[in-house]
């Protein structure tokens, strides 16, 4: 992709993936659903996940699986609204940005 992701972007895919399963996701998938529509290393990902949590929008907890313990990330209330908050944003913006691109007037 050509157009570089700002972190509010970024933020809001990640929420938006994490927010499909109410019981949380695992990092790894996480990685995967976001690169089905952004490039995305995980030395990118990991940093925005962390400053979720601080944020408090994601909650973490450990699984064993496999002998090895999974870490998943899970949704909080708060990050529900922030989620809402961004879908509203992206929106409006996005509408936007198709009217210039489509060559209507600017108001």
Known sequence: MV?????????AIVLAVVSKD???????????DVRKVIEISDSTLYPVLRRLQKNKYLEVY????????????????????ILDEYKKEWKEYSSKISGIFSGEELS
């Not at 157009?3 to 933020?11: H, I, K, V, Y």
């Not at 450990?62 to 609204?81: L, P």
């Open 3 to 11: 157009f570089n992701t700002g972190a509010a972007l970024l933020d």
């Open 22 to 32: 109410e019981d949380g996701t695992y990092g790894y998938r996480i990685t995967q």
């Open 62 to 81: 450990d699984v064993e699986c496999g002998g090895r313990n999974r870490r998943y990330y899970k949704i909080t209330e708060t990050g529900c609204q």
